[in-house]
């Protein structure tokens, strides 16, 4: 157990922190894997023409590149496990109609969803930082197994209307768009890199180690860890 000040808001990460990143990479990767030519092909939608011309500068690729050569670059981005923005746009597209038509259902530790409701009912904010797009996000806690948690939530965070998520300036924008003092602010997260970046801002910080999931092996430094969200008592 460990006991920390009561926070005003708690931000939480999502792949290895509430949810298995092996459900992420077994399920929805090769899901979003096999739709990425056909919502390239698509014409005109906003989201996708800004991902289209992101892939093209990121990729270094000829302002005129087709589908397949658009598709290459995402899939190496894939491959690497690269969080590259115009990717995570393009699957928080591609799982949103998932959802929709109820292909997907979204992953949680048995212990994540009772300690999102509890938070809730004390008054905490709960605002999520994921490397997954704002519409991935609004997906995922709108399909959970049991329902939409949406409502819980005030704020949805990504690397694009915050920035990357192991740099402190990505966590001053989202104190600053909060606006709350980073003492009142908690981050969960599973990988060091991100809770030493946030601490680096003044904010408390919990690291999350699930035992067999991707980053176990590589600790979470010096921060606070727990395996279970029920190890979290407030003073």
Known sequence: MITL???????????????????????????????FADILSREGHPDVERARGQIIQEAGLDPEAGVDKLVAALEGWLDSDEKRTPLKTLQG?????????????SHFYPDAIPAIRSWHEQ??????FSSGSVNAQTSWFGNSPEGDLLPMFNGHFDTENAGPK???????????AIGVPA??????????????AA?????GTVGVRREGDQYFDRGVGDHPEISSFEQVTWR
Do not use: C, M
């Open 166 to 176: 192991k740099i402190p300036s990505s966590y001053a924008t989202i104190r600053e």
């Open 123 to 128: 008054g905490i904010d709960l605002t999520i």
């Open 5 to 35: 000040p009561r926070p005003s808001v708690i931000v939480l990460d999502i792949e290895g922190t509430t949810s298995s990143t092996w459900f992420v990479h077994d399920t929805l990767y090769p899901y979003s894997r096999a739709r």
């Open 183 to 196: 003492g009142q602010l908690l981050f969960f997260s599973d990988l060091v890199e991100e809770l030493d």
């Open 199 to 203: 601490r680096a801002d003044g904010w």
């Open 93 to 105: 597209l591609i799982w949103a109609q998932g959802f929709s038509a109820g292909d997907l259902t």
